[in-house]
């Protein structure tokens, strides 16, 4: 579903304009679809309709509060990977019950805040992590609950950044090791297995990855049972991609139906941590051009977002689609560098985009929503943007612009001597 299309030559978020968004909020501004929100979360679902499931949105994508608690409200769960994030979806009325807890660096006091919320499992990622975790817990007259992230040692396909399930990264155990330190958690008075969890990277736009890991977590499952350890679920991370440009990833009903078989007729619940492919899609970046500028080979449009808005485009060299709000006549498009004004030659939203422009126009980044706000900075004391939700005909300012006065009012000069 597309929530962003253009009425009367002009690019909307549902029922109302995005110049009409410009001139109430400034630029630039994250705008947000309601609708596409909704909608991509009841689609997934969906699929596992009738399945004993459980889909943890993948905080980190998007963690607003407004888009929080919409999805709380249709019943989802969180993947978390911070304290901070466990703090957030307990504001926005997030169920700790449906919490999972991600990440390899998890400190005492985010185990204790977690133990105290009471959340659904932690996603334990090496034996150092299970080792405090059962002394935390046990010292807390607590117990718990734990899956293991293993490495199924499948290749993604995805940007070798965001690949996230090989053997030499960061992330989760060895496969080979995986049942030794399940015997270990075993043995320990303040760990309770629940389940096995894996999470392979992001942006993955076919169905083998997906499969070929959950075959071996199938495995690990079942070796586990012969050794006297019961899974209860089983959590097959994120990672579905979503189309920047021409990509095609999987459809959410053929990977749930692609899933459903494979588990067959085990009872075993299944959990989801989507990020990018429940917002990704779900919102923009809308921006204005302050300069054109035109050099010996090259064409700029220095528009009023930067890097330290949306990052992808830096980090990854990642594409998004770039369209102008109130397109003007082709026959006069040139080809465009769309850069910032932050002071770094990697401070570009889009390479050779062909597009009829003079300064002042509106130009929306597209399929920012997912990784663009949550990754946004402070670089160059730049405000962090509004950001906007529409619902239908009506605007709400789910965030102000950060007031620059806010951004050194943490800071101190050093005292006379
Ligand atoms: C980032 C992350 C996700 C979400 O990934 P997407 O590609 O946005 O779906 C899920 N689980 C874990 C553990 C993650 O780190």
């Given at each position: 579903m597309n929530s962003f299309i253009f009425k009367n030559d002009s690019l909307h978020a549902e029922n109302v304009a995005l110049n009409t968004i410009a001139d109430t909020f400034g630029t630039p501004c994250y705008v947000y679809s309601k609708s596409a929100l909704v909608h991509a979360f009841e689609s997934f679902s969906a699929g596992f309709k009738g399945s004993n499931h459980l889909v943890c949105f993948a905080v980190k994508a998007n963690p607003s509060l407004a888009i929080l608690n919409l999805f709380a409200k249709l019943g989802a769960g969180f993947d978390i990977v911070s304290g901070g994030e466990l703090a957030r979806v307990l504001a926005a009325g997030g169920d700790p019950k449906k919490i999972v807890f991600s990440g390899v660096g998890k400190t005492e006091a985010e185990m204790q805040a977690a133990l105290n919320a009471g959340i659904f499992c932690f996603n334990v990622e090496s034996a150092s992590e299970l080792i405090r975790l059962n002394k935390v817990a046990s010292d807390m007259g607590k117990v718990a609950p734990v899956s293991l992230r293993v490495n199924?040692?499948?290749?993604?396909?995805?940007?070798p950044y965001i690949s996230t399930g090989l053997k030499n990264n960061k992330f989760g155990v060895a496969y080979e090791d995986a049942l030794n330190i399940y015997l270990q958690a075993a043995a320990m008075p303040g760990i309770s297995i629940h389940g096995v969890d894996c999470h392979i990277g992001s942006?993955?736009?076919?169905l083998s990855p997906f499969l070929d890991a959950f075959d071996k977590v199938l495995l690990l499952v079942d070796a586990l049972e012969q050794h006297g350890i019961s899974i209860q679920h089983i959590d097959a991370g994120g990672g579905i991609g979503i189309c920047y440009s021409d990509e095609t990833p999987p459809e959410f009903t053929d990977y749930a139906a692609a899933m459903r078989a494979k588990l067959g007729n085990r009872n075993t619940k299944l959990v989801f941590e989507p990020g990018r492919a429940l917002v990704g899609n779900a919102g923009v970046l809308l921006t204005k051009v302050e300069y054109l500028k035109h050099t010996e080979s090259k064409n700029f449009a220095i528009v009023d977002a930067a890097m330290n808005d949306l990052m992808r485009p830096a980090l990854y060299d990642a594409y998004h689609d770039i369209k102008a709000?109130?397109?003007?006549?082709?026959?006069n498009a040139l080809t465009y560098?769309?850069?910032?004004?932050?002071?770094?030659?990697?401070?570009?939203?889009?390479?050779?985009r062909d597009l009829s422009l003079v300064e002042g126009d509106l130009l929306a980044i597209m399929s920012?929503?997912?990784y663009g706000m949550s990754m946004a900075s402070n670089y160059n004391t730049r405000p962090r943007a509004a950001e906007v939700m529409v619902d239908g005909d009506t605007c709400h300012l789910?965030?102000?612009?950060?007031e620059i006065a806010n951004l050194f009012a943490l800071e101190n000069i050093l005292p006379e001597t």
């Open positions: 199924p040692n499948v290749d993604a396909k995805t940007h942006q993955i736009t076919e709000v109130q397109p003007r006549n082709d026959a560098e769309i850069v910032g004004p932050v002071c770094e030659s990697g401070d570009f939203l889009g390479h050779d920012a929503g997912a789910i965030r102000k612009r950060e």
